[in-house]
């Protein structure tokens, strides 16, 4: 007997950038490798969403932010019991070195330099996300 698969999500990611292109780009992107997405533009909102929502499987998130940083909300992050061990794909631009070293000691899991390579953003989000 055949059985029909609908494609069952396979997490449930937040990207937080303020370039609107961007966001639009990583979220089809992920959409077309079966992962959901929220979108949210500023540090704050990420936040924000990351303290009312557990369900999250990763961020990925920028550090230039106006407002509250990427790097702000790892600090955010690391105060939410609850979200302690969440997988978190920091963005930077070339040149942003300083930046990687915090958002390292920070607990980002990995960085993804801009503009990026699709496939080895998604190969990296299913390796971090045991979902290969
Ligand atoms: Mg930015």
């Given at each position: 007997?055949?059985?029909?698969?609908?494609?069952?999500?396979?997490?449930?990611?937040?990207?937080?950038?303020?370039?609107?292109?961007?966001?639009?780009?990583?979220?089809?992107?992920?959409?077309?490798?079966?992962?959901?997405?929220?979108?949210?533009?500023?540090?704050?909102?990420?936040?924000?969403?990351?303290?009312?929502?557990?369900?999250?499987?990763?961020?990925?998130?920028?550090?230039?932010?106006?407002?509250?940083?990427?790097?702000?909300?790892?600090?955010?992050?690391?105060?939410?019991?609850?979200?302690?061990?969440?997988?978190?794909?920091?963005?930077?631009?070339?040149?942003?070195?300083?930046?990687?070293?915090?958002?390292?000691?920070?607990?980002?899991?990995?960085?993804?330099?801009?503009?990026?390579?699709?496939?080895k953003l998604i190969a990296r989000i299913e390796e971090i996300l045991n979902v290969a």
């Open positions: 007997m055949e059985s029909v698969e609908t494609p069952a999500s396979r997490g449930r990611i937040l990207v937080a950038d303020d370039e609107p292109h961007i966001r639009r780009i990583l979220a089809t992107l992920l959409e077309e490798a079966s992962f959901e997405v929220d979108q949210v533009a500023t540090g704050t909102a990420a936040l924000a969403h990351l303290e009312a929502d557990t369900e999250y499987d990763l961020v990925l998130m920028d550090i230039m932010m106006p407002g509250a940083t990427g790097l702000d909300v790892l600090r955010g992050l690391r105060e939410l019991d609850h979200r302690g061990s969440l997988p978190v794909i920091i963005l930077t631009a070339k040149g942003q070195d300083a930046d990687r070293e915090i958002a390292l000691s920070l607990g980002a899991s990995d960085f993804v330099t801009k503009p990026f390579s699709p496939k």
